[in-house]
């Protein structure tokens, strides 16, 4: 652990799966458990450079882009490819390819593509206009938070 922060086999330890969908309409939020995730994300903010958060921030982006296409059934995955995914490491499209098959990079793409979108728009550094969103969704091309769409 650096300085606060969790390492990953203490972050998967305490990992509890989503409950099925129709079991979330009678769970509560844990305010206070949220509180702490948001004053230790911000401590470790403080810590990091800005090209370091960047970083970190397009990792958790790209895991997060990668396992919404599982959880929506469009291909399979466990840890170790959305790790690989988030990582970018080297060849991780073919990865992607032999372990969830020919349409999963697509269909990542196009998630991450939308979390890109959604990112934008809540931020306002980024305004989206009606002619960029929808260069977004008319083809295969990847939203960029520097570029637009």
């Given at each position: ?23 979330w309409r009678d769970l509560r939020v844990n305010v206070a458990l ?21 970083a970190v921030l397009r990792w958790a982006t790209r895991a997060a ?51 890109d979108l959604v990112l934008d728009a809540a931020t306002p550094s ?24």
């Amino acid at each position: 652990m650096t300085a606060g922060i969790p390492s990953p086999p203490d972050l998967d330890a305490r990992y509890v799966p989503f409950p099925a969908f129709v079991e979330w309409r009678d769970l509560r939020v844990n305010v206070a458990l949220v509180d702490a995730a948001y004053a230790a994300f911000e401590a470790a903010k403080a810590e990091v450079t800005p090209e370091r958060l960047g970083a970190v921030l397009r990792w958790a982006t790209r895991a997060a882009a990668y396992d919404t296409g599982a959880i929506e059934g469009l291909y399979p995955t466990d840890r170790g490819v959305t790790f690989t995914v988030a990582a970018a490491t080297a060849a991780w499209e073919a990865v992607v390819e032999r372990e969830a098959g020919a349409g999963a990079r697509q269909h990542f793409e196009d998630q991450l593509a939308a979390y890109d979108l959604v990112l934008d728009a809540a931020t306002p550094s980024t305004p989206i206009t009606r002619r960029g969103s929808g260069r977004c969704t008319s083809g295969p091309r990847r939203a960029s938070r520097r570029t637009g769409c």
